[in-house]
């Protein structure tokens, strides 16, 4: 099977990683040129990773489609190319519209859209799904932890999440710097912060139905550390300005996608 993709940015790049390091068998990759630098990078560390001369090459060495195309240029990009009725294809490109993917992929019938996190290169990374078909399914699942939506909707919910990577790491590292300007080497502090932050997700991870409201009063003894810091937190927002954050975002992908 040779899976191909048009347009290799962040994400594209690290599915490919992660098909490369998977255990799938007997396939090869064909990317699209459009980033030079990861496009060649991929082609000089993998064996499998072809560079094709150009997009519509990539369409038709391939069995396999992966779409990861920017919003404002997918439906242009796409139209110039001409696809192959057995052609299953997987869309990984945000504010779009199965409907509307589909008639600018005909005759290819055969379609998915994915959200893959960055962290798919470590194979630790829950992916939704929308119309899973079996390829799709088989690829997305060499590389992380498929999972299937029941609506675009559903979906797009989902996928808004996941413009909250970077206000994590900054968190993340805001904390890290107050331990370092308290006397923690920078180094330890980077390290505790990323290791307490797993463990912490990790337990809540363990259970099949997660209640993060039990975790936190678990961790919050009446009176102690963890209730003051919690009430003080609260109190100022903090938690209101990711929500509002994500009610934007959500915003975009209502009106872009016309749910």
């Not at 962040?10 to 799938?24: F, N, Q, T």
């Not at 009725?85 to 600018?104: G, K, Q, T």
């Not at 009176?223 to 938690?239: D, P, R, V, W």
């Amino acid at each position: 099977m040779n899976i191909g993709f048009i347009g290799t940015g962040k994400i594209s790049g690290a599915v490919i990683e992660a098909l490369c390091s998977s255990r799938l068998e007997d396939y090869k990759i064909i990317v699209s040129p459009r980033n030079r630098d990861i496009s060649i990078k991929l082609a000089e560390k993998y064996a499998r990773v072809v560079r094709a001369e150009n997009n519509q090459e990539v369409v038709d060495k391939s069995d396999a489609i992966f779409l990861a195309l920017r919003p404002p240029v997918y439906k242009e990009v796409i139209a110039e190319l001409k696809f192959r009725a057995d052609h299953v294809i997987v869309s990984l490109i945000p504010f779009s519209f199965y409907n509307d993917l589909c008639d600018l992929i005909r005759p290819a019938t055969i379609l998915s859209r994915a959200t893959p996190l960055p962290t798919v290169v470590t194979h630790t990374c829950p992916i939704p799904v929308f119309m899973p078909s079996e390829v799709s399914w088989k690829i997305l699942s060499s590389i992380g932890q498929p999972f299937e939506v029941s609506s675009e909707e559903e979906l797009h919910t989902i996928w808004t999440l996941t413009c909250l990577i970077s206000p994590f790491y900054d968190m993340m590292n805001s904390l890290s710097e107050w331990a370092s300007n308290n006397s923690v080497p920078k180094d330890l502090s980077d390290k505790y912060v990323a290791d307490m932050f797993h463990t912490l997700a990790y337990a809540a991870h363990l259970s099949d139905k997660p209640d993060f409201t039990a975790l936190s009063h678990h961790a919050a003894t009446p009176g102690g550390l963890n209730e003051q810091t919690g009430m003080e937190i609260k109190s100022s927002g903090a938690h209101q300005a990711y929500v509002d954050a994500a009610d934007g975002i959500l915003k975009l992908f209502k009106l872009n996608c016309k749910i």
